[in-house]
């Protein structure tokens, strides 16, 4: 079974450049819908484990030698990463164990209230440290869901009313859940726990 400990350092040294602290890698496990995890056996499981990283992702869009010339001709910057296809945030992901302990910003808003979400659905048999750590999440994720955003209140304008509807249905019984699993003054970020 894996622990917290392991799952957020395996997350932080795969992809240093996404998660760089311990809240970042639970924001992604615990509040991202679809990011591959799941409740198992008390734990939260990788239901698709790979050896990817984002080195992958970096090495794909590394700029030929070509191309890097003929943007510097145009007078555009041409990035460090795009140019040596190095994880701009490399040196992280050997520190990836004193990462996955330490708690640091989210530095983007949290991912959209919805059902489902894995830290509003903790099952009865977790393990007490998953549990916390879904405790933990929440104490960044309540406050960010309760300020509506201006980009939030773009996004939805963009939405036809059948879907403006199931995203504030969505949003509503999340926040229901919420507030039943850890309590208004978490949700309102006057509780530090």
């Not at 799952?7 to 819908?33: F, G, K, M, W």
């Not at 926040?175 to 039943?180: A, N």
Request: proline fraction near 6%; aromatic fraction near 8%.
């Amino acid at each position: 079974m894996p622990s917290v400990h392991e799952t957020v350092r395996d997350l932080i040294a795969s992809y240093p450049c996404s998660y760089a602290n311990r809240t970042e890698a639970l924001h992604q496990i615990l509040v991202v819908l679809g990011s591959g995890y799941e409740w198992r056996d008390g734990t939260v499981n990788n239901r698709f484990p790979s050896d990817r990283t984002c080195l992958d992702h970096h090495k794909r869009f590394q700029y030929s030698l070509d191309d890097i010339a003929d943007l510097r001709d145009c007078g555009i910057e041409v990035k460090e990463e795009f140019i040596t296809g190095r994880c701009p945030a490399e040196e992280l992901r050997a520190r990836a164990s004193e990462l996955a302990r330490t708690p640091g910003p989210l530095r983007h808003e949290a991912y959209q209230p919805g059902t489902g979400l894995l830290f509003l659905t903790v099952p009865a048999d977790a393990d007490p440290d998953w549990a916390q750590a879904a405790a933990e999440v929440a104490v960044t994720v309540g406050p960010s869901w309760i300020a509506q955003t201006q980009a939030h209140e773009e996004f939805e304008a963009e939405l036809t009313p059948s879907q403006r509807q199931f995203v504030s249905q969505q949003r509503e019984t999340a926040i229901q859940q919420f507030e039943e699993t850890y309590g208004r003054s978490v949700l309102l970020g006057s509780d530090a726990r």
